[in-house]
């Protein structure tokens, strides 16, 4: 777990933060948090949808992050 959750946060760097449940637990768990602000209109109205942001998110984390050199996990 704490291999998979390094290489997740070198890929965000400071943009999420990351809590993940130890490795003998019976159920492995990776929760983040983002750190940066979403934008807002002029109205107050958040302009990306959240469902939107976090398939971004796991996107990127798919297609972008390799554990032990193995690219595309999925």
Do not use: P, R
């Not at 291999?3 to 070198?10: E, F």
């Not at 760097?13 to 490795?23: K, T």
């Not at 302009?47 to 939107?52: A, F, G, L």
């Amino acid at each position: 777990m704490a291999y998979v959750v390094s290489c997740i946060a070198d890929a965000f760097s400071m943009d999420l933060f990351i809590i993940w449940s130890g490795d003998n637990a019976e159920k492995l768990v990776i929760h983040f948090l983002c750190l940066f602000s979403i934008k807002k209109d002029e109205e107050g109205n958040i302009q990306i949808k959240e469902d939107v942001f976090l398939c971004q998110i796991k996107n990127t984390m798919l297609n972008n992050i390799s554990l032990h050199s193995v690219d595309n996990i999925c």
